[in-house]
């Protein structure tokens, strides 16, 4: 409503003016003979006024409810926002934004696509020499620097590891897959893949878990 006064203010305004402007021209004339002219001049003119108004209100009711509401989403945009040149170019302009807003949405999706599967690749390629490393260095155990070149060959797959845990956190609901996990070979398995670390800094831990406890989880997050 607030929105509809002030797009008509200035029509009211006119308005008044022509009929001070007439009121003024008829009196000089002497077309107002007796006082029942004048409040038919002026009962005319607001009645005028007062039709117009109420039928620019209904036929452009649905216009002004639209741009003075929030949409809730951004498909009530596209919902029809009346009769009228105004409310149908309206409309056209709002589906014309929403047609760029979707594209603009589509190539945004593209590229993080792309740069997901590029930084999968890269983790995937880089653990290759990770694990030829790791080959060397059993082939020359108990050299000096084994020890020191594999803390670091660790340090370096923990960072991969999050790194991956990280681009999959954007396609974490597709790549959550629940299912039944026995949790005592679980713990057993990343205990063991750990073994070096907990050795290296002379801790040893006891798996205490029992043997047919299970849970209903993703193996991988978990």
């Known amino acids: 409503m607030r929105i509809f006064w002030k ?18 021209f008829y009196r000089r004339l002497g077309g107002f003979s007796t006082v029942g ?9 607001t009645f005028l006024l007062g039709l117009f108004l109420l039928y620019r209100y209904f036929t452009h009711r649905r216009l002004y ?21 105004m409310a149908e170019a309206l409309d056209r302009l709002l589906r014309a934004q929403y047609s760029l807003y979707q594209e603009q949405i589509q190539q945004y999706r593209r590229k993080q696509e792309e740069h997901l599967a590029f930084m999968h690749q890269w983790v995937h390629q880089m653990k290759t020499p990770i694990s030829v490393m790791h080959l060397i260095l059993q082939e020359n155990e108990g050299e000096p620097y084994v020890d020191s070149i594999r803390q670091e060959l660790d340090r370096l797959q923990r960072g991969l590891n999050m790194v991956l845990h990280m681009a999959r956190l954007n396609s974490f609901p597709h790549d959550f897959k629940v299912e039944t996990v026995v949790l005592y070979p679980l713990v057993v398995a990343l205990v063991n893949e750990h073994k070096r670390y907990f050795i290296r800094k002379r801790v040893y831990p006891e798996v205490q878990v029992e043997q047919h406890l299970a849970v209903n989880t993703d193996r991988k997050w978990l």
Do not use: Q
């Not at 797009?7 to 003024?24: R, S």
């Open 7 to 24: 797009e008509h203010l200035p029509f009211v305004l006119l308005n008044l003016f022509n009929m001070i402007i007439l009121f003024l």
């Open 37 to 45: 002219n004048v409040y038919y001049f002026l009962f005319l003119s």
């Open 65 to 85: 409810d639209k741009l003075s509401s929030r949409p809730a989403a951004m498909e009530d945009l596209l919902a029809p926002a009346g009769e009228g040149a």
